[in-house]
């Protein structure tokens, strides 16, 4: 790893669009640290394991084992989606928390374990993995009430931490609709594509902090 590399660490990188996010960006030179342990073939990673995101105890042991003191880029990725298209009388709330608990609460939890790694970066940058289904001005269909409030939620910390954090970098980004495990065969965008676009945002940042596609065109909150 040369001295100017940037270090990202990548949440859910164990499979899908995560997994391909960890393989641009090792590609493209950068330390890559993947929280959950990416599928054999990709490269070069500074280091990997395991930790479960609903458990702050868990994130601070993964945070511990780190080989490093700084960390460039946030990328959080980690996600599920238990309730599409369910209706309100057939709703789990169970379901409805633990969205909120992984989507949201999560991505706040691994973020405030990695403060003070990126404090020490001379170009902290931070993505939250949001979706469009998060639109409080668009919201494309019914039901998935747990997945659509948990990405609204998660705007608001990218929002509330870019106030707080003007230094750094901070978007939400809607990855568009990904042919992955969760995104289904019928979604519309490879997530090669997908991961290669949310890297070139990570990269070169807009230069105000919001909401936007990966193609890097501004979405409405």
């Known amino acids: 790893m040369g001295s100017t590399s940037p270090i990202c660490l990548i949440t859910g990188a164990a499979r899908g669009l995560g997994r391909e996010l960890a393989e641009v960006a090792s590609s493209s030179g950068a ?32 945070m511990e084992e780190l080989p490093v003191d700084r960390i460039d880029i946030l990328i959080n990725n980690a996600g599920v989606f238990p309730d599409p298209d369910v209706g309100l009388a057939d709703l789990s709330l169970e379901a409805v ?16 374990a990695c403060l003070p790694y990126l404090l020490r970066s001379p170009y902290p940058r931070i993505l939250n993995i949001s979706s469009g289904m998060g639109s409080m001005s668009y919201a494309p269909r019914q039901g998935s009430y747990g997945y659509r409030m948990s990405k609204a939620a998660l705007n608001m910390l990218t929002s509330a931490l870019a106030t ?18 969760m995104g289904g065969p019928r979604a519309t ?32 909150w």
């Open 164 to 181: 707080e954090f003007p230094q750094f970098k901070v978007l939400s980004i809607h990855p568009g609709h990904v042919r992955t495990e």
């Open 189 to 220: 965008v490879d997530s090669s594509a997908s991961a290669a676009g949310i890297w070139e945002l990570a990269r070169t940042p807009p230069a105000e902090g919001r909401f936007f596609d990966y193609q890097g065109q501004a979405l409405a």
């Open 97 to 112: 928390v633990d969205t909120l608990d992984v989507n949201a609460v999560g991505a706040l939890r691994v973020t405030r």
């Open 31 to 62: 330390a890559v640290i993947a929280m959950g342990r990416p599928h054999p073939g990709v490269r070069s990673l500074l280091f990997e394991g395991e930790a479960d995101i609903r458990s702050s105890e868990a994130v601070a042991d993964f």
